[in-house]
Structures are given as structure tokens and as C-alpha cells.
């Protein structure tokens, strides 16, 4: 899904049986490959639960806006983020460990 100058990472889902199992990792390496090869940057919109992944494949938080559901039939509001990935930013095979703020863990 390249675009211009970076290439964006629709939607990334993983079938509730095969969550925890690294499916989304790999789909997530597999943009990340394909946007380094270009040597262009990569985008995505990540939900609160897919955050921590996305900030250990070497993305940052470009911006946080939170949306309000309930004129579309929600009943709470969602915090969308928009991250991006500079090209080789992060080592996506045998990734480090974050925590949900971005920082490197031990262990």
C-alpha cells in the first residue's frame, strides 16, 4: 500500500483465536520489510491495545486524537493514534521490549 514518500499500514487484524500468537507481529514486519526496502517511512492508526507492538517495531506517536462514538451508536470515546516509522528505525526481527509509553525494558 505504498503512497508518495511512505507507505501506510491499513487495517491490521488478527482473528481473535491467533491473538498473542505473533500473527500481528509479522504482518506488522512485513509492511516494515517492504517500506525499508523502499527506503520510505511508514504510517499507521493504532488502537490503545496495538500500540505497544507498534511502538516496538520502532514507530512513534506523530499525534492522539480522541473521538467520540456516541453519534455513531458507540457509547464511549476511542483514542486514535497516528504513528510513523522512519526507514530502519527499529529492529523488527527479534524486536526490543517497550513499555506502553515507548520507553526500552529490560528482560
Same mark, same amino acid.
Given at each position: 500500500?505504498?503512497?508518495?514518500?511512505?507507505?501506510?499500514?491499513?487495517?491490521?487484524?488478527?482473528? &481473535?483465536?491467533?491473538?498473542?500468537?505473533? #500473527?500481528?507481529?509479522?504482518?506488522?514486519?512485513?509492511?516494515?520489510?517492504?517500506?525499508?526496502?523502499?527506503?520510505? +517511512?511508514?504510517?499507521?492508526?493504532?488502537? &490503545?491495545? #496495538? +500500540?505497544?507492538?507498534?511502538?516496538?517495531?520502532?514507530?512513534?506517536?506523530?499525534?492522539?486524537?480522541?473521538?467520540?462514538?456516541? &453519534?455513531?451508536?458507540?457509547?464511549?470515546?476511542?483514542? #486514535?493514534?497516528?504513528?510513523?516509522?522512519? &526507514?530502519?528505525?527499529?529492529?523488527?526481527?527479534?524486536?526490543?521490549?517497550?513499555?506502553?509509553?515507548?520507553?526500552?525494558?529490560?528482560?
Amino acid at each position: 500500500m505504498g503512497s508518495g514518500e511512505f507507505w501506510h499500514l491499513g487495517t491490521l487484524v488478527t482473528d &481473535p483465536q491467533h491473538e498473542r500468537k505473533g #500473527a500481528g507481529r509479522m504482518l506488522v514486519e512485513w509492511g516494515c520489510r517492504r517500506a525499508d526496502a523502499e527506503g520510505r +517511512k511508514c504510517s499507521l492508526h493504532a488502537t &490503545p491495545g #496495538a +500500540k505497544k507492538l507498534y511502538l516496538a517495531c520502532g514507530f512513534e506517536v506523530v499525534s492522539e486524537t480522541e473521538i467520540d462514538m456516541r &453519534p455513531y451508536g458507540g457509547d464511549a470515546t476511542v483514542l #486514535a493514534t497516528t504513528m510513523m516509522r522512519k &526507514p530502519g528505525h527499529g529492529n523488527t526481527i527479534g524486536l526490543q521490549k517497550v513499555d506502553d509509553r515507548g520507553a526500552k525494558t529490560t528482560g
